[in-house]
């Protein structure tokens, strides 16, 4: 009878009510995440995942092993391939509940702040695609929880659990350094400054740093060219515009613009603590939101530092109801209730691949989240690829290439291409470019993403060979911006003279 009692406890108790709630949300991305194609970001990582090292020239290198792992478990699976991403938004929700426990939040509380965290866009989006981004925001949310502990226990052994996963995070996305200045912030003005006397937080300092040391040594080792990336990653997006909406992507895509009231109570909750005891996790949100906004970073960058804030707010909303005659309480609670399921619907719509291509739904969502037009052609293209270089003559094809121009079609060629006997795509871009062009270097290339006045300046002889096309019709950067596919002959210089040039980032 104890045991039934503890397994039901364990099944039905809070926690376990948690569990189910991130259960219940991973079995619902597996049978949606497949409805669309790779995005062009996930097949950079299924390439780079081909490559294991201790960095590459676009990220750190967590996620690019993560990859390996699921295209080992799942070959071509899209849902399978995206499992793990998915898997890191749900744990996410339930450390979000277990915040606002350790606030003081009972049942109801934990609840709201899973959901609230569940239904923000970023967590929706990175739900549905294999990217960094999704295991930085979990690293974000439990060092934060981590840190809870800390400050509630006054424990300093807690800085162990932090400082490991600062050095897992900074494995996975190099913003993670941005939270640690907020942290570090937050200790220096805070009463948690005491812990600097403390070994347990230097052994968690250099708990961070001996994780972190490998993708160091292999930053030092390539010029650090990540930096180098970031750089013009960033210039390019302020050029173009798209860190400009900052302010207004707070409220539209980092966090739900239905729960501002709950993340704005939560960080009032936590500036204005009593006993000042949890100020360091204002500290924690603050600083990196201004960093970010200083550097002039995009907005979605941010998403991390919301669910703290929904966790305490959530806590603080479950107080104020207690405070409530039961008719004002189960109508306040109806209110919340019923707008995050109405705001969950409508950001599901627009974050995650549920609108059937060509609908009037799709043209829709797919006006307002470019992403899943990146999301389609990618077999198309290969098969146009394959046609062309299957056409080429027979004394040409042991010295024939294929070059391509972006990530996306190159990665798209080698995830695709082997089905069709092509060879191993090269291009200039982030990584692909340290893998070089091969050994003897093709005679004859076919070209996708490069547009032609370089090929004419670069080669004797490119002729049009093709275009590229998707059964829907649907334009996006493939099809609107360089669908022409090229066979160049007749290199003007050296391979190693060209290579050095070819050099790019995006």
Known sequence: MNAFRAGRT?????????????LAKLIFHLFTNGAYGFHRDELQLLEDARYLDWGYVAYPPVTPFLARIARELFGPSLVGVRLFAALSQSIALVVAGLIARELGGKRSAQILAAMLVAITPVSLSMSSMLMYVAFDYLWWVLIAYLTIRLLKSNDARWWLGIGAVIGVGMMTKTTMAFFVVGIVVGVLLTATRQHLKSK???????????????????????????LEFLGSIHERDVRIGRTKDFLPDQLLTSAHPFTIPFWIAGLAFYVLSAGKRYRLIAWMACVPFALFWLAQGRGYYTGPIYPMLLAAGAARFESWVATLTRGWARAAQAMVWGVIVLGGVLIALIALPLAPIQSALWTTVSDINGEFREQLGWEELTQAVAE??????????????????????????????????????????????????????????????VDAPYLHSKFQACVVAGRITNRYNVLNEETRDHPTIYVCRGLRQTWDEFWSQFRYFG
């Open 10 to 22: 364990i099944l039905f108790g809070d926690t376990g009510i948690l569990v189910w709630l991130a």
């Open 200 to 226: 347990w937080l230097w052994l968690g300092v250099a708990l961070s740093l001996l994780i972190f040391l490998p993708n160091l040594v292999w930053q030092i080792q390539h010029q650090f060219v990540s």
């Open 388 to 449: 062309i270089y299957t056409g080429l003559p027979a004394n040409e094809k042991p010295r024939a290439g294929i070059l391509a121009g972006n990530y996306g079609e190159a990665g798209a060629l080698n995830w695709y291409g082997g089905a069709y006997g092509l060879p191993r795509a090269i291009s200039g871009i982030n990584s692909f470019w340290l893998r070089g062009y091969g050994a003897p270097p093709p005679e004859t290339l076919v070209v996708v993403g």
